[in-house]
């Protein structure tokens, strides 16, 4: 509970005027205006204060959160769809749908989880998406897009509608670091990277990542084309499968991995 005036009152002082006598908390805030303070202010005041209940959940439940306030820096998801041969699109410039509707499902629920989203100029231009939460649930994230030389034309689907989308000009070629530091100054708490596979491969190189998800189609056979990104050595943390796609998840850390109910269709 918070012991300072933000957007709403103090949450101590009012336990505090309601005489209530125990408090159970998952985990101290991380955030400096909180941070303890509400839970001193409580115990002090001969409130019961119960702390560590569920603390991994809820560390899960607000990963980008915590990831922000501890690292400050935003939560990096690396998201791609690959075929069952370990293909993410056919060759040409054309867009290859390889996800079915369960596994797209779970992937605007990733957006809607997101602050932001960032895909490549290429994916950008060949194939033009929204970059929005259709999901019908939860918000839409910011969109960014890597344009190294202003040169993606504004009528673009990605340019469209009214939420904000941002063109990203690299000053360098290790590029990842400056933008994940800007959007650190910009409060953004945590980017969904969506491809493509140039644009995945800098973000791997670079380790920049904190969750690894890929959706592999179990059925759908490409023989050739762009080759999917290289997943690490290591078994996923997670793997469900939605339909005919089965979903890798790999963490950096258990407390960023996905909670279970998260992967449900609902």
Known sequence: PCAHQGKTPPCSQLILKESIPQVVVACRDPFPAVNG???????????????????????????????????????VTLKWASSADGFMAELGKTRTMISDGLAQAFVHRLRANHMAILVGFNTA?????????????????????????????????????????????????????????????????????EGGKETLDTFLAA?????????????????????????????PHAQ????????HTWVKQEVLALPDHFYSPA
């Open 125 to 193: 231009l060949y194939d033009n998406p929204l970059l929005t939460n259709r999901s019908g649930k939860g918000k839409n994230p910011l969109r960014i897009v890597v344009d190294p030389k202003g040169e993606l034309p504004a009528d673009l689907q990605v340019f469209q509608g009214a939420q904000p989308a941002w063109r990203f000009q690299p000053r360098t070629k290790d590029w990842v670091p400056e933008l994940l530091h800007i959007l650190a100054k910009k409060g953004i708490q945590s980017i969904l990277v």
């Open 37 to 75: 303070k509400g839970l001193e202010q409580l115990t002090a005041a001969g409130v019961e204060v119960k702390l560590g209940v569920l603390e991994k959940q809820a560390r899960q439940l607000n990963a980008g959160f915590f990831h922000f306030h501890e690292k400050n820096l935003p939560l």
């Open 207 to 235: 380790q920049a990542w904190d969750r690894l998800i890929q959706v592999q189609n179990t059925q759908r056979v490409l023989g050739q084309g762009l080759a999917a990104p290289q997943v690490p050595g290591d078994p």
């Open 240 to 247: 469900v499968d939605l339909g005919a796609d089965r979903v």
